[in-house]
Every structure is written in C-alpha cells, then in structure tokens.
C-alpha cells in the first residue's frame, strides 16, 4: 500500500484531522497536503509516518478486528 494511500485510510478510520496527522507523525502540519500534492517523502521520514500510522490505528482498533494489510 503507498503511503499516501495508508494515510488517507488512517486519517478516515480515526477522523483525526490531515494537519493534526502530519503534525503528530512528523512534525509537519503540511505533510498530507504535500504528499497528495505529489511531495516525495525520504525513507526515513517514511519509517516514521508508518510507525504513526500503526500506533493511531492501534488505539482506534476495537478487540477482535483485522489487521490492515501492508504491501510494500
């Protein structure tokens, strides 16, 4: 899954807002806006969004759920 694509799934389960997400994630209110603006991220700044990504989804996930799929 791209990433750009794991933060809109994350930002529509948790309802967080985009500039909360990439301020949270990375420091960056901009982040989403960039990304879908065709923003190019590092691998590392990469690593961290993912990282964000699996913590946010973990507190929203109720017991029994699926995981969500990550194809690199």
Do not use: N, Y
Not at 15 to 36: A, E, N, Q, T, W
């Amino acid at each position: 899954m791209s990433l750009l694509h794991a933060i809109e799934v994350c930002l529509r389960i948790s309802k967080i807002p985009p500039s909360r997400f990439g301020r949270d994630s990375v420091r960056d209110p901009r982040l989403v806006h960039d990304l879908r603006r065709g923003r190019q991220p590092g691998q590392r700044m990469e690593q961290r969004v993912r990282k964000h990504i699996e913590s946010v989804l973990q507190s929203e996930k109720p017991a029994g759920a699926p995981a969500i799929r990550r194809d690199a």
